[in-house]
C-alpha cells in the first residue's frame, strides 16, 4: 500500500516508516485497503496508531471513525478525543 498512500516517496523510503504508511491509508484509504489494512495488522496496533498520532495526520471525520470502530470513544459514545495539535514553543 505504501506506493499507493505515500506516492511522495519511493516504496523503499515509505516502508521505511510503517507507522506513517498504516496511518495514512488509515486516513485517506478506500474500503477495501482499509478492510485489508485491519485484518492483517488487527485493532491493537491500529488503536497504537491512533494514540501516538502526530499533528495533521488525521483528518476529523477518518479519527473520529477509527475511535469508534476501535471502540476508543472514552467512556460515552460521541465523546472522540481532539485531533493531535501543533504545538508551538
Not at 488509515?26 to 494514540?51: C, K, P, T, W
Amino acid at each position: 500500500m505504501a506506493p499507493k498512500y505515500i506516492w511522495w516517496k519511493t516504496p523503499d523510503d515509505a516502508i521505511a516508516s510503517p507507522a506513517h504508511v498504516v496511518a495514512q491509508v488509515m486516513n485517506i484509504g478506500d474500503f477495501d485497503d482499509v478492510q485489508m489494512l485491519a485484518s492483517h495488522m488487527g485493532e491493537s496496533y491500529l488503536r497504537e496508531i491512533l494514540q501516538k498520532a502526530e499533528a495533521g495526520q488525521f483528518n476529523e471525520r477518518p479519527w473520529s471513525y477509527w475511535h469508534y470502530r476501535l471502540g476508543l470513544t472514552i467512556s460515552v459514545p460521541g465523546n472522540v478525543p481532539a485531533l493531535p495539535a501543533w504545538k508551538l514553543q
